[in-house]
């Protein structure tokens, strides 16, 4: 009998772990995925106080205290227009176990899972974790997931699909058609979409839409986080939103596997979404001027880039061996395989970093684009 479960070996360690495990500390990063920005002072405020209080020294409720869950279903009303009762709402240990819960409550053994290729590298893992066949599908050219392509993916096997918008690693933003027809499928296949909108408020050019917001059915499971819109992602502070049922499912999963979200973090969350949301208009700001300085360094390379229009990732088509060079002179990116099959030929580029580290590294790019490529 072997030592360790089959799920278990059929896991990878993240390929972009590989990267920064080869990479020095003297390195430009280009490859991490959180926003270099502090969080909220209120935020931190509310978590001091909190502890101070003595009110974090224990277990909360399972889903998550009143007021964190009742400062998430007010958001959903001012940023999305969508009622969510706060007892539909799940406080997580980040949005990474927010896509856990949900994929382990929906997805029996065999069952196949669609999500976009290139895409995030917990998809494929949590859905081998959960027991279930991964099922990736390509993008369009401009790193959009199609529909069309979903719904041709769909068998009498699929318990789930997975929507990412904006997205990583691409940026992409899915667009109100899109969302409208990821919904439909939803509800006339009968298999759950799961949106992981975590990059919500974290877009450039045109508008955030969920597909919850389209659906007749509760076939829609979102979830979100405080991680990269409020630059929390140490906090590791998520949730989950789905109908009663199936939060009911999810919450059997969660209270074995974490019992509760950190207090401390789950008051600092209520603040962030409570308090001043100027942080976040000057961080997308900033991003947008970052990625405007990236993509014209790189159109000045050669290296063709879909205009990302959310997030805060590029991701240049580049030649065979490339990445690996980059890394070799200094600069830290991903390349695309990590993120899937479909990601060959790419590389991720995270621009959460200063315009001046941009700038020095797309001369390290220039340069070895154009002396060994």
């Known amino acids: 009998m072997s030592r360790y479960a089959t799920r278990v070996e059929e896991m990878d360690i993240s390929g972009i772990r590989e990267v920064f495990e080869a990479a020095s500390e003297d390195d430009i990063n280009l490859g991490i995925g959180q926003p270099d920005f502090p969080t909220p002072e209120h935020a931190r405020d509310a978590a001091l106080t909190a502890i101070e209080e003595g009110t974090v020294d224990s277990y909360t409720s399972n889903k998550g205290i009143p007021e964190l869950r009742e400062a998430i279903s007010t958001k959903y ?170 939060i009911e499912r999810m919450l059997r999963v969660h209270q074995y596997v974490q019992a509760c979200a950190s207090a401390p973090a789950q008051y600092a969350a209520a603040a962030a979404l409570t308090g001043p949301q100027d942080p976040i208009e000057e961080m997308v700001d900033a991003f947008e001027n970052r990625r405007d300085v990236l993509l014209d360094g790189l159109e000045d390379i050669g290296l063709p880039t879909p205009t990302p229009e959310g997030a805060f990732y590029a991701m240049p088509e580049v030649p065979e061996g490339w990445c690996e060079a980059v890394l070799e002179n200094g600069v830290v990116v991903v390349p695309g395989e990590a993120f899937g099959e479909h990601g060959a030929g790419y590389a991720r580029l995270s621009y959460a970093t200063g315009i001046p580290e941009l700038k020095e590294s797309l001369e390290v790019m220039r340069s070895v684009t154009r002396t060994s490529f």
Not at 115 to 139: C, R, W
Not at 163 to 180: I, L, W
Request: proline share 6%; glycine share 6%.
């Open 77 to 246: 009303e001012r940023d999305n227009g969508l009622s969510v009762d706060p007892d539909d709402v799940i406080a997580t240990a980040g949005g990474s176990e927010a896509l856990h819960i949900a994929i382990e409550a929906h997805v029996e053994p065999g069952d196949e899972v669609i999500y976009p290729d290139p895409g995030f590298v917990a998809y494929e893992q949590l859905i081998l974790l959960a027991g279930g066949t991964p099922k990736p599908v390509p993008l369009r050219d401009d790193l959009t997931l199609d529909p069309e392509t979903v719904e041709a993916a769909i068998t009498d096997d699929t318990s789930l699909f997975i929507v990412n918008s904006p997205a990583n690693p691409t940026g992409a933003v899915q667009s109100e058609a899109d969302m409208r027809a990821f919904a439909r499928l939803a509800d006339e296949r009968d298999v759950v979409c799961l949106s992981d909108e975590v990059y919500e408020h974290i877009v450039f050019d045109g508008d955030h839409y969920s597909p919850m917001a389209f659906a007749t059915t509760d076939n829609v499971v979102q979830v979100n986080a405080c991680s990269k819109a409020y630059s929390m992602t140490g906090w590791r502070l998520g949730w989950v939103v789905a109908s009663s049922d199936r």
